[in-house]
């Protein structure tokens, strides 16, 4: 609060305030310094504004008229407050000149000028006090033509800096504020007693606060000073405690102290038209308080006005609910100011976690260096030995080699020297073998080192020296995000098919570009991208019956990929449930019974496939045959979901099927007829096929029965279950069962 009570052109506590027409305050004395005069024209200026001189004679004459002109009336009633008389000098036009100032220039140029040399703490410039020379009233009043008014005056407002001119009361027109001397006078006696009320004996700083006031000894003591300094006896057992200043019971304090400051004695204020007269009303035009004789002959007779306590008590309210406002954000204030705290000890811990994190990475990269730095060193040791070994071995064969060529030399010498004929004939053949032998021994490149003294080893660093001075931070306006949440109660399987769904966790403020879905492949394999996108909610199709899978997401975003989510297993079913596939059948092909029936609207065969598709495991499904008119040709069996669907199943190298009369089967295959088997269907007949891709083979049952031997052997790939059939028959899809257990003996098929 005491940024509040200072006076924004001194920097002190408020002394005498007064209001400003803009509500504004200033000290008395400090308007007094900031009050400006502005003259109305060069030749109406008092001789004080004119360049030094002895005056005109016209001034001087005036000056010694009996009788005061209207110049000089206007002059000496400028000012009729003792208050402003105390800047001037002495005399009658001492008032005025401290209300109105006027000041010469340093260059007597006849105007007022600011002085920059001396600034209030604020900033605003403060005119110094020039004391008007002896006469200077009379002669200013005397220097005035007739009629002419006297010089205005105005005042800056040092904090908005707008102008209020002065009237001829001078500041006396301007309210004191009285309000705020009783708050400053107020603030300024808690202040000093707050300051007096400490032990003036402890080692301690900041001191205790004082206990008692020994009256003998005027020293302020503490609880603990007080025992241990001035303890009730002895000499001290006639000193007389009292409480400190500010406490209730000292004297001159708490209770007692109702001075200036306090409520009881307070002097009421009266209106500063009328000083006999208090307020007793309160004016809205002007927004100031009144007296009952300003509206009765004053300027407010004619203006709105309403009671003084009923405003009081307005304006209290709004006040308070202004203020209330303001607490709201002061509290905010606080929070932010908590929060800002927070960030510095959050900003403080992350430092020391960033720095520590960092010099554990370029530890690592020094550990990785000088792993590194060993295994080359090895490299060139080994490269090292393993040349002086080679030369090694060289040395000691060449040394053997030449020490036996050099025994034989010697030797063939000796038996050179010899002069027995019979003699030297004797051995001469076998010696000449041996030298020749020995000499066949020094091939090319036996003189020849086998290895060089150069090292094949080429380091090449520079690329990582680049990395190095490269290696800096990475600005990123985010993180990775973070670990993606499994929804497991919304991740189920159906048939071969599994949904996934996730979520990124609450509060998370990392933004997300997409996810990545990662399955094995079902049999414990390597993880493989089977999703890359936005969505949350992912389905894959096509996986293998009877299988256990397992599934991972994370999310990535421009700083990079986030971590693993935790990984689900899901089991796809064991046996299969599928229906006919509209969207692929031959728009010939009639299904109903939530596509499990099927016929045909042309005499020509037409071939519709089911909706599942198999790779792996063993499958089994039946079709019963509803309708079977004039021994038609239906065909049962599998296919690639590319077979030609415009002709009967198995003509072309896409399908593996068993077509049936009401009397016997063939197999076929690239319309390959084969293994024509006895045994038809008709109405009401059964027909189960049988895929079993762990064998490879592909067998048809009739009512129960195999049908000839295993139809097709060495089946690899994807199949989808496959029908053709005309307008003469129709069938009903099975699915969902298991595999028969008891397998009748097969019928024997036809030559």
Known sequence: MEEELKCPVCG???????????????????????????????????????PRGPPPPAAAAAAAAPGPGPGAAAGSAACPDSECAAGGGGGGGGGDHADKLSLHSETDSGYGSYTPSLKSPNGVRVLPLVPAPPGAAAAAAAAAPRGAGPASSSLTCPQCHRSASLDQRGLRGFQRNRLLEAIVQRYQQGRAAAAAAKCQLCDRSPAEPAAVLCEQCEVLYCAACQLRCHPARGPFAKHRLVPPPGQPGAP?????????????????????????ENYSMYCVSCRSPVCYQCLEEGKHGKHEV???????????????????????KAKEAK????????????????????????????????DALTRQKAKLLTKVTKEREHKLKVVWDQINHCTLKLRQSTGLMEYCLEVIKENDPSGFLQISDALIKRVQVSQEQWVKGALEPKVSAEFDLTLDSEPLL??????????????VPPVPLLQLEKCCTRNNSVTLAWRMPPLSHNPVEGYILELDDGDGGQ?????????????????????????????????????????????????????????????????????????????????????AAFSKGVHYWELHVDRYDNHPDPA????????????????????????VDNNRSWFMHCNSHTNRTEGGVSKGATVGVLLDLNKHNLTFYINGQQQGPPAFENVEGVFMPALSLNRNVQVTLHTGLEVPQCVKQPKLPNN
């Not at 309210?317 to 406002?325: D, I, M, T």
């Open 12 to 50: 002190s506590l408020f002394r005498e305030p007064i209001i400003l027409p803009c509500s504004h305050n200033v000290c008395l004395p400090c308007a007094r310094t900031i009050a400006v005069q502005t003259p109305e024209s060069e030749q109406h200026l008092p001789p004080l504004l004119h």
């Open 252 to 276: 001159g304090g708490g209770d007692g102290g109702k001075g200036a400051g306090g409520g009881g004695g307070r002097k009421v204020p009266t209106c500063a038209e009328h000083d006999l």
């Open 335 to 366: 929070e932010f100011l908590v929060q800002l705290k927070n960030l510095l000890q959050q900003i403080q811990e992350n430092g020391l976690d960033y720095e520590a994190c960092l010099v554990a990475q370029c530890d690592a990269l020094v």
């Open 466 to 479: 680049q990395s190095i001075h490269q290696l800096d931070f990475i600005q990123m306006k985010c993180r």
């Open 527 to 611: 993880f493989r991208e089977v999703y890359v996108g936005k969505e949350t909610l992912c389905t894959i199709d096509g996986l293998h019956f009877n299988s256990t899978y397992n599934a991972r997401v994370k999310a990535f975003n421009s700083s990079g990929v986030g971590p693993y989510s935790k990984t689900v297993i899901l089991q796809t079913s064991d046996v299969a449930w599928f229906t006919f596939d509209p969207s692929s059948a031959h728009r010939d092909i009639v299904l109903s019974n939530d596509n499990q029936t099927a016929t045909c609207n042309s005499y020509d065969d037409r071939v519709v496939l089911g909706t």
């Open 636 to 659: 049962f069996g599998i296919a690639r979901i590319n077979v030609v669907k415009d002709m009967m199943l198995g003509k072309d190298d896409k399908a593996w099927a068993m077509y």
């Open 306 to 328: 309403k009671a003084l306590g009923a405003m009081w008590k307005q304006h209290k309210a709004q006040l308070s609910q202004a203020l209330n406002g303001v607490s709201d």
